[in-house]
Each structure stands twice: as structure tokens, then as C-alpha cells.
């Protein structure tokens, strides 16, 4: 994990300064940037494997900057923000944030979480060991090229998103209870409050559903949890 590239995009100096310090302490290259555009900016020049954005820039807000960074691929992103309402987590979560924590915060939290999702990402290609590609009516993930098709198209998917669909692709007959996705794609406690877990089955079925008010791929089983949908 050492030597791997972050973007950190945070207005307040000192914040900025401590943080980017404790990374560079734990390893990690760190591009520290302090307002929306310059960040936007970057995104276009460099390669990045994880990225960690406050909400509050100038600018150029959070928002549109997790919108780049969701335009250009997948990597990762951690929300580190003062905007702590359930209404804030669930608007990040649904533009394609993997985390969010708030202010204000542990470092040693933080740095923890920066290195969970690190290791998801790095990791979430070898989750099928039984081959590169697993295919079910029209979906077809091919875990070494890290890429989803529905019927031959191309989409892109954030970490979270794609975790959650190789899940139930690897177990088609068997029904998850949110809290064992939660437990097993985000590698914390389900602690009752499924909006996280609702925001991203949303917003995966809005991206490979052609229905997705009525899914065909990931079902509800209601009072229990999601399954892969049968042919």
C-alpha cells in the first residue's frame, strides 16, 4: 500500500496541513489541494488511487468534484466533511462516495478508513477466484479488467457498488440480509440505519436496470434482504 497517490482537497489550512502530514507518515503520495477548481485540475493531469474531499470548497464544491472524479472511474472517495445531517451522508453516498466521515474527527480514524477502502480497491478484482469473468442473463463482470457489462455495453460502477453486485453474482441462490452486506462490503457493523446500504442498491440498479422500479438483476426479498434475480 505504500507509495500509492492520493488527492486530498480540504480549504482549512490547518486540517489540510495535519491530515496531509499523517499521510505522508503512513506512506501514501498526497497531492494537497485547497479549493474545488485546482482539484478539478489535477484530476485531469494525474492518476490517483483514492481521493478524500470536503463538501464546503471554494469555488467548486465537493459535489462536482466527486462528480469528475466519478465521470473519470472508480477509485474510492471519503467524504470529509463539517455536514453531518442523514439528508448530507445521503446525497455523497448517492453521487458515488465509498465513505463519509464528519467533522470533527479522529486522525487515527481516518488513516483507518483511508486504508480499508485502499485495501477493498486493491483487493475487489480478486474477489472471484474461480475465474476473471462471471456472466448471469446479460451481466458479465470481468474482475482482472475491473469492468461491468449489461448486454455488451460498458458501465461504471464505484467500489461500493461493484462489491455489492460480485457478492450476489458469486452467491445466485442465496438470499443476503442487509446486514450481512453491510458487513461484508463495507467490513463494519450494520448498526440498523440501511440508508447507506439503500442509497447504493438505488443507485446500482439505476445503472444496470432497464426497469429499475421493477429489477430484474438484484431483487428485494422483502423482510430479509436482496438476491441476484433468476432467469
Do not use: C
Request: no cysteine; hydrophobic share 40%.
Amino acid at each position: 500500500m505504500d507509495n500509492m497517490k492520493l488527492l486530498f482537497v480540504e480549504d482549512d489550512k490547518e486540517i489540510n496541513q495535519l491530515v496531509t502530514k499523517y499521510l505522508l507518515k503512513n506512506g501514501f503520495r498526497v497531492d494537497s489541494i485547497y479549493n474545488g477548481i485546482d482539484a478539478i485540475a489535477m484530476l485531469q493531469s494525474n492518476d490517483y488511487q483514492m481521493a478524500i474531499i470536503d463538501l464546503l470548497l471554494p469555488f467548486a464544491d465537493g459535489y462536482e468534484v466527486l462528480r469528475k472524479i466519478r465521470e473519470k472511474g472508480n477509485m474510492p472517495v471519503l467524504i470529509l466533511s463539517a455536514k453531518s445531517t442523514e439528508a448530507d451522508k445521503i446525497i455523497g453516498l448517492g453521487l458515488g462516495a465509498d465513505d463519509y466521515l464528519t467533522k470533527p474527527f479522529s486522525i487515527e480514524e481516518l488513516i483507518a478508513r483511508v486504508k480499508a477502502q485502499l485495501r477493498r480497491y486493491i483487493n475487489f478484482g480478486n474477489l472471484n477466484s474461480e475465474g476473471s469473468i462471471i456472466q448471469h442473463m446479460g451481466l458479465e463482470i470481468d474482475s482482472n479488467a475491473h469492468t461491468v457489462k449489461v448486454n455488451g455495453k460498458t458501465v461504471a460502477l464505484t467500489l461500493k457498488e461493484y462489491e455489492i453486485l460480485i457478492l450476489l453474482m458469486k452467491h445466485p441462490r442465496i438470499v443476503f440480509t442487509k446486514a450481512q452486506i453491510f458487513n461484508l462490503v463495507w467490513n463494519e457493523d450494520y448498526m440498523s440505519d440501511d440508508n447507506t446500504l439503500m442509497v447504493h442498491i438505488r443507485r446500482l440498479r439505476e445503472k444496470i436496470e432497464t426497469d429499475p422500479s421493477n429489477p430484474k438483476y438484484i431483487q428485494t426479498i422483502w423482510g430479509i434482504g436482496y438476491k441476484l434475480g433468476e432467469e
